[in-house]
């Protein structure tokens, strides 16, 4: 996969702190982060992005998002912590850019070729949907995104039927389904739940510094998915947003098939229930990981 810019929108979030800061090892051209509320407030989620920043030690840029989905109100989560990082947070000077995340995705659309941009969509997708709304000839500049979001064949994460970025916000999932991206990509969580991370692996980073803080924010979230009564009984933390960034870094490990899927905003039971029906194409969904390489790949980046 050729990658020009990327945009990371994003709600971080344990799993968003994986993929964000193994993105800055594996050198991905990162243009900027945007934030989204989710597994937090979106002030929360703001902070926590500077903090995964000054972990990292990189200095691109944040702008801050929306605080509620393009209709109805927010349901954040549980699973991340009071403060969405696992309660880590780390002293930093960096500061969030002035423009929000709208008229970040508007000025860089407009001062960028065509079909240049990658957006990774690992929050609920409402800074897009806004952007869609607002902007659509500037997002159609877009070249692709990739969403971490839906479930197939599965349970889902929030509600039986749905995964939790969709579930927040099926409007936006909806009207980005409806766009004409040359490619949209689609990890859902049945496939990202056959990534799970004890804390050994953050043992295997050489950087102190780097091992501690993700060791430090992944704990609680670890503990959750092991043992949680309900959503727990993994053995681990499910990494879900990670595979979004490692599959930029080496798509040879993950297998993707077009499908056409559609996104329930109707039914109130049903509400983010992702289907795959019959007929053309909308997007390609990963169907397939390979688990063992994408850790190996994980350590060797990590320590690059
Ligand atoms: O359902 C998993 C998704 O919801 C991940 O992006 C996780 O970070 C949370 O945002
Ligand atoms: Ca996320």
Redesign the pocket.
């Known amino acids: 996969m050729q990658n020009k810019k990327i945009i990371i929108d994003t709600?971080p979030?344990?799993?968003?702190a994986l993929a964000i800061s193994f993105a800055i090892k594996a050198s991905l051209p990162i243009e900027a982060i945007t934030t989204v509320y989710?597994?937090s407030t979106v002030s929360n989620c703001t902070t926590n992005a500077l903090s995964i920043l000054e972990l990292t030690g990189s200095n691109i840029p944040v702008y801050s998002g929306v605080d509620k989905p393009l209709k109805g109100k927010s349901e954040l989560?549980n699973s991340?912590g009071d403060n969405g990082l696992g309660g880590f947070n780390l002293k930093t000077n960096k500061k969030i850019s002035k423009l929000s995340a709208l008229e970040y995705y508007q000025e860089i659309l407009n001062n960028s070729e065509d079909k240049s941009i990658t957006i990774i969509a690992?929050?609920?997708t409402t800074n897009i949907g806004q952007l869609i709304k607002e902007s659509p000839k500037l997002f159609n500049k877009v070249d692709r995104i990739i969403i971490?979001?839906g479930v197939f064949c599965e349970e889902g994460?929030?509600t039986p039927y749905a995964?939790?970025?969709v579930y927040n916000d099926p409007y936006s999932l909806d009207l980005i389904l409806k766009s004409n991206l040359p490619e949209i990509i689609i990890i859902p969580?049945n496939i990202?739940r056959q990534v799970t991370f004890t804390k050994d692996i953050f043992n295997k980073i050489n950087n102190p510094k780097l091992s501690k803080g993700l060791a430090k924010i992944s704990k609680m979230f670890i503990d959750y998915y092991s043992n949680d009564p309900q959503y727990g009984g993994f053995k681990g933390g499910v990494m879900?947003?990670l595979l979004t960034t490692v599959l930029l870094v080496n798509p040879k490990l993950f297998t993707l098939e077009k499908r056409k899927i559609t996104v329930e905003t109707k039914d109130k039971e049903k509400f983010g229930l992702t289907r795959i029906v019959k007929g053309v194409p909308n997007c390609k969904v990963v169907t397939e990981v390979k688990v063992e390489e994408l850790k190996k790949l994980y350590i060797k980046i990590m320590n690059k």
């Open positions: 709600d979030g344990v799993d968003d989710g597994n989560a991340h690992i929050g609920p971490m979001g994460n929030v995964e939790f970025n969580a990202c879900y947003d």
